[in-house]
């Protein structure tokens, strides 16, 4: 499932292609459950019309900010990748919703899986789907003194905590496996007793982490593309993230794979003895 960098990815490369652009019309919506708010027919009336004014992202949505106080939020989920196409090119079989624009592009959400969410956003809609997330982890305001408020006084374990979308945005399995590797903290660790040298540790990795995955364009195992439908790189250059049995590059111990709250997670067993 696409992270924050593969989001953040996606929104900067769809930014010059939408940017300045208006919606002329809904040319496509064969998955109807894909558009969660509103219903259909006011979301068509809605959108066409509209100039994207600005793209960008917060946690694992795409934003895209239209004229007269909506705005376009969509979430990849597991498959969903946005794509815009020139006219006359063929238009794949998983893209169910298109949306002409005024230069004669159209914006198509390829989502194969079916799992990806659209939904149009006035000013308030917006601000409570802000308020659903926890901080934006690369944002200066996301110090380790803020990473320490979110870890004390939770018993919960460190992979679940950071996995929760409300206490800190855009983090998902890839992410986390790597930050904690990085950081020698265990998934399974209680977040209250990691220590402050632990926290500053975390926080650091997991800037780092995200910072080269963006660098790498994000990291596609199965079908994330960009919005110019490339791939990303960071894949090739995962520190634990689907290593199962491969030596630890720092120790050379073989990478173990374990489940914990229903997901992979990839630990060396020295590094980050349990
Ligand atoms: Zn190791």
């Known amino acids: 499932m696409p992270e924050l960098p593969e989001v ?3 929104a900067r490369s ?3 292609q939408v940017e300045g652009r208006t919606i002329v019309a809904l040319e496509r919506l064969t998955w109807e459950r894909m558009v969660e708010t509103p219903d259909h027919e ?5 959108v066409v019309g509209r100039e994207f004014r600005r793209v960008y992202r917060r946690a694992k949505w795409v934003l895209l900010e239209l004229d007269a106080g909506w705005t376009l939020a969509i979430h990849l989920r597991m498959s969903g990748h946005l794509i815009v196409q020139g006219p006359g090119v063929e238009v794949r079989h998983h893209v169910h919703l298109i ?3 005024s230069d004669g592009g159209r914006l198509c959400f390829d989502d194969e899986r079916k799992f990806g969410r659209v939904r149009l956003l006035d000013a308030a809609g917006l601000a409570a789907l802000d308020a659903a997330h926890g901080p934006e982890p690369l944002a200066e305001s996301f ?3 803020v990473l320490a408020s979110i870890l004390a006084k939770r018993s919960t374990r460190l992979k679940s905590l950071l996995l929760d979308q409300r206490r800190i945005a855009g983090l998902g399995n890839i992410y986390v496996s790597e930050a904690l590797w990085l950081a020698r903290l265990h998934p399974r660790l209680p977040a209250e007793q990691v ?3 632990g926290v500053t540790a975390l926080h650091s990795a997991i800037r780092t982490v995200l910072q080269q995955a963006i660098a790498h364009e994000g990291s596609s195992l199965r079908n994330y593309r960009n919005s110019y439908g490339r791939r990303g790189q960071n894949q090739e250059h995962f520190l634990v993230y689907d290593r199962a049995g491969q030596p630890c590059s720092r120790c050379g111990c073989p990478i ?3 489940v914990i709250a229903q997901r992979s997670s990839f630990v060396c067993p020295t ?3 349990a």
Request: hydrophobic share 40%; glycine share 4%; aromatic share 8%.
């Open 8 to 10: 953040e990815i996606a």
């Open 14 to 16: 769809l930014a010059p």
């Open 42 to 46: 006011r979301f068509r009336m809605l």
């Open 99 to 101: 949306l002409q624009l």
């Open 143 to 145: 110090t380790p003194a």
């Open 195 to 197: 220590d402050f040298q």
């Open 256 to 258: 173990e794979r374990t």
């Open 271 to 273: 590094c980050q003895g």
